[in-house]
């Protein structure tokens, strides 16, 4: 006896193939978490629920922030991509390379003339000085 089943076809579940392509982006979610916590001195959790909202929207909307967290946090440029998201990519570049720029801006710094160094030795000082 020969059982027939009907034309439904077997795939691998939908969800599970999700879960694989976005396991990157959930690696790089969840070490933006450890830091964050590590810094604010919050679990994990409460890191994850509350406070990473509020850090992504300051580091999307103050370039000046980012640049400072970037430094603080030593975010790698994935972290950077997900916290400013695909929206907001137009500024990454000035957020990775902020210090690049500022040194080619300033150059080398110009020496003080030898009078000028004179002139304040032989100030006297005064006690606000201090």
């Given at each position: 006896m020969r059982v027939t089943y009907p034309n439904d076809k077997y795939n691998f579940p939908t969800w599970l193939r999700e879960k694989k392509q976005i396991r990157s982006s959930i690696e790089v979610r969840?070490?933006?978490?450890?830091?964050?916590?590590?810094?604010?001195?919050?679990?994990?959790?409460?890191?994850?629920?509350?406070?990473?909202?509020?850090?992504?929207?300051m580091f999307r909307n103050n370039t000046d922030f980012a640049i400072k967290i970037k430094k603080?946090?030593?975010?790698s440029e994935p972290e950077i991509k997900y916290l400013l998201g695909p929206s907001h990519k137009h500024k990454l570049n000035e957020i990775l390379h902020y210090n690049e720029i500022i040194i080619e801006k300033v150059g080398k710094p110009e020496e003080e003339k030898p009078v000028e160094k004179e002139k304040k030795e032989k100030m006297q000082q005064s006690l606000l000085d201090f």
């Open positions: 969840n070490l933006i978490i450890a830091k964050l916590s590590a810094i604010t001195h919050n679990s994990f959790k409460k890191s994850k629920d509350s406070t990473l909202a509020y850090f992504t929207l603080r946090f030593d975010l």
